[in-house]
């Protein structure tokens, strides 16, 4: 932290000013505050100020998400003000961040993830019913491909659009036209958003698997700049980061960005953590899928004091146990290569083509 970035109060004693960076859209500000708001909470002597900006993800509003092909479509312009010390912290949706994130930088706290399953939104002509009873043909908004994928496969009598913009231009699209009849979100944006009362049907895995990281929150910062490092640590949740390493490090071993049709569901169970992940071809017609589980319970009681700076998928988290961790990533990685000897680099390659010339 900068020396400058201290000041006087009114009654002459020193008090930090924390710089958070967030984006311009309402979620991503709620999200912000919510992390502000326990920042606070735990150190209430500390001053934190809120610098909002716009990303390329929030200009580009007529392109499918899937086709834009930049990474850090999310991220960029907010980890340049870190990189400039112009904010301290960045909160982010934990899977917009790719598996791994550009050097200097680091996930130090992923937050308690709340309801990760997506979510219908249906057009009010449609209230009351299911995508199962929707009618022949009807249109379903998303530019996931990971969830046009599942869905096309479990509700063929569906077609599926894409569908751009921030969650209100999403719901205004759906509200004021008739182009769809219903969309699919997140249920921990919504819920966010304040919208909970507009999800008429929660998706089951059987139905359609998250995406990795969905509906935890992260915040990133400067590798290097300890102190908050030491700070923002008390916000992550050991259930949370173990179940994210895993994911996350499966995706990293499949290569897959935020725009491939991967899929994962994960528990915490008995201190067992177990992974299923899937991958499919554009329809949903091919697809591989697999469970495999691994102990977080650390064998070696010694080394749960282990203070390693060691990033796991651009994780880090000290006071949680390295080996249990190191677990956590090679179960992703296994599970990943499993997937892979049952051919998923010719799913993913073919769907990423086909995607490509959409
Ligand atoms: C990523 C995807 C989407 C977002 C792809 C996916 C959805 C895109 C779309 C990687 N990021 O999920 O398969 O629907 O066209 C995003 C949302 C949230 C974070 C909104 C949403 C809020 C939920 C959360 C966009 N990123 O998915 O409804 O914090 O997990």
């Not at 934990?94 to 790719?98: G, N």
């Not at 909970?196 to 999800?199: F, S």
């Given at each position: 932290m900068a020396v400058e970035a201290n000041s006087l109060d009114g009654n002459g004693k020193v008090c930090r000013i924390i710089r958070i960076g967030t984006r311009k859209s309402q979620l991503a500000r709620i999200q912000t505050d919510s992390v502000a708001d326990k920042l606070k909470e735990l150190y209430p002597d500390v001053h934190l100020e809120i610098v909002a900006m716009s990303t390329t993800g929030d200009k580009i509003l007529d392109t499918a998400l899937s086709k834009i092909g930049e990474k850090s479509l999310f991220t960029k312009e907010l980890e340049n003000a870190l990189e400039m010390n112009e904010v301290d912290l960045v909160v982010h949706s934990?899977?917009?961040?790719?598996t791994a994130l550009p050097p200097g930088f680091t996930i130090g706290a992923v937050l308690k993830?709340?309801?990760p399953n997506d979510a219908v939104v249906l057009h009010q002509k449609h209230v009351g019913r299911t995508l199962d009873t929707l009618p022949e043909n009807s249109v379903i908004g998303t530019s996931s491909l990971r969830r046009a994928a599942q869905l096309k496969k479990r509700f063929p009598h569906l077609e599926f659009k894409d569908i751009r913009g921030n969650l209100n231009t999403r719901l205004k699209k759906l509200d004021e036209k008739e182009d769809f009849a219903a969309i699919i979100l997140a249920a921990a944006g919504l819920r966010r958003m304040g919208w909970?009362?507009?999800?008429s049907q929660t998706l089951e895995p059987g139905d359609c698997m998250y995406a990795v990281g969905q509906g935890a929150l992260a915040v990133e910062v400067r590798a290097k700049d300890t102190d908050i490092l030491e700070m923002v640590s008390?916000?992550?949740d050991p259930d949370t980061v173990l179940r994210c390493i895993a994911e996350r490090a499966f995706l990293k071993r499949l290569e897959g960005?935020?725009?491939?049709?991967v899929a994962v569901h994960t528990e915490v169970k008995d201190s067992q953590l177990y992974l299923t992940g899937a991958v499919y071809s554009l329809d949903g017609s091919d697809s591989l899928k697999d469970t495999m589980q691994t102990s977080i319970?650390?064998?070696?009681?010694?080394?749960?004091e282990v203070d390693e700076r060691v990033q796991r998928v651009g994780v880090t988290a000290t006071k949680i146990s390295g080996e249990v961790k190191a677990r956590a990533e090679r179960l992703g990685v296994d599970l990943a290569d499993l997937l892979l000897s049952k051919g998923a680099k010719e799913i993913l390659m073919v769907a990423r083509q086909l995607n490509d010339t959409r």
């Open positions: 934990l899977k917009d961040l790719p993830r709340e309801n909970e009362n507009r999800i008390v916000l992550h960005g935020c725009s491939v049709p319970t650390a064998a070696d009681k010694s080394l749960e």
